[in-house]
């Protein structure tokens, strides 16, 4: 990979993409196809966002013409589908701040201290850094990450495990429809018998529990028992304050998310409730050269959809190549027919 750096250090670029979700993943195909390169920054350690961190192993339905993918496959499929145009990323760096260092150029750098030059910026960043809301269990700290997980990474190590999913969401039903079949023994423990979670889902979880297949209980976790992180047991308060003792090995308490800005809000951009604002005909931020795609942004009628984002990026890309290319004329042309498209994706 020839990475142009200038003389401080600076790495030079048409476009700097913050965020490698699938959104900013499928950025790099539609700017790939106008010649605009790309270099992505992501905070986590691995690309894919919220399909690979929050749920690799569920399936999606509605990606066009992909009848069922799962949060990992899509990732994958995005990262074979960007191979031609040589992205390059840089992993487990925050960026924090964006200085206009010309009409457009900017300076952007990374809490490790990285430095960008680029001539577009695109923010892909999702809901920012998400961070699941801890249950208010006190002593649940030293359990996290060992018998308490907030995401279901790998489905294979909750097999044959005794299990406590907690919580009354989509994110507790699917895990629970999902885990049941490998689990040894699954109860789910929400505070209420009444669920926010798709009324198919409910249904299904529903039918388990009248089979036999699945615990249900009605209260709140109020304390841990176990040792050196590893859960021997929970127990719940029901809602006539009686205790109960639940053996088991892990609990997955599903309380939602925390969507943390963080840095985006310093950018000097138009928010909405957290939310960048953008036109709906380049996506294009409040400052000349920024763009804001994804779950990111707002715009009249938004919604947060993987396909929306998609959309998104194809419009920006438009504009973003009077940016880089002013003085080129843009001519509009079809994968399907196009050799010097297909050139481009080494195919002809
Ligand atoms: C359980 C669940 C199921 C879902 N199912 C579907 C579905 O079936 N169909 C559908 O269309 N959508 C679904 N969604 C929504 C979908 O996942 C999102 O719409 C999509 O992930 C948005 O993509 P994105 O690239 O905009 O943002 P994200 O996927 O959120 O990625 C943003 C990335 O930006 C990074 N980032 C943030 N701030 C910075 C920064 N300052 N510097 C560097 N990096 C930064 C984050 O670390 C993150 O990796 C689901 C979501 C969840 C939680």
Known sequence: ???????????????????????????????????????????????????????????????????YVTGQGLTDALMEQIKPFGPTFHLGEMIESIERIGDPLFRVTTDRGKIFET???????????????????????????????????????????????????DSALDWTLNLQPIAKRLTLVHRRDDFRAAPDSVNKMRALVASGAIDLRIGQVTA???????????????????????????????????????????????????LVTVDTEKFETSEPGIFAVGDINTYPGKIKLILCGFHEVALMSQKAHRYVFPDKRLVFQYTTSSTSLQKKLGVA
Not at 237 to 264: I, R, S
């Open 119 to 169: 001539k577009i910026i695109v923010i892909a960043a999702g809901g920012g850094s998400f961070q699941p809301k801890r249950p208010p269990i006190q002593g649940i700290e030293p359990y996290e990450n060992t018998s308490v997980f907030y995401a279901v990474r790998r489905m294979e190590q909750f097999r044959d495990r005794r299990l406590l999913v907690v919580g009354g969401g």
């Open 224 to 274: 841990l028992e176990g040792a050196d992180g590893q859960l021997t047991a929970a127990v719940v308060k029901g809602n006539d304050g009686a205790l109960t003792t639940l053996e088991c090995d892990a609990m997955l308490p599903f309380f939602g998310l925390t969507m943390k800005l963080g840095p985006v809000a310093n950018w000097g951009l138009n928010l909405e409730e957290n």
């Open 1 to 67: 990979m020839n990475i142009r750096v200038d003389v401080d250090g600076a790495i030079k670029t048409d476009a700097l993409i913050i965020g490698a979700g699938p959104v900013g993943l499928f950025a790099v195909f539609e700017l790939g196809l106008l010649d605009i390169k790309a270099h992505l920054v992501d905070i986590l350690d691995k690309v894919g966002g919220q399909c690979a961190e929050l749920y690799p192993e569920k399936p999606i339905y509605d990606i066009p013409g992909i009848p």
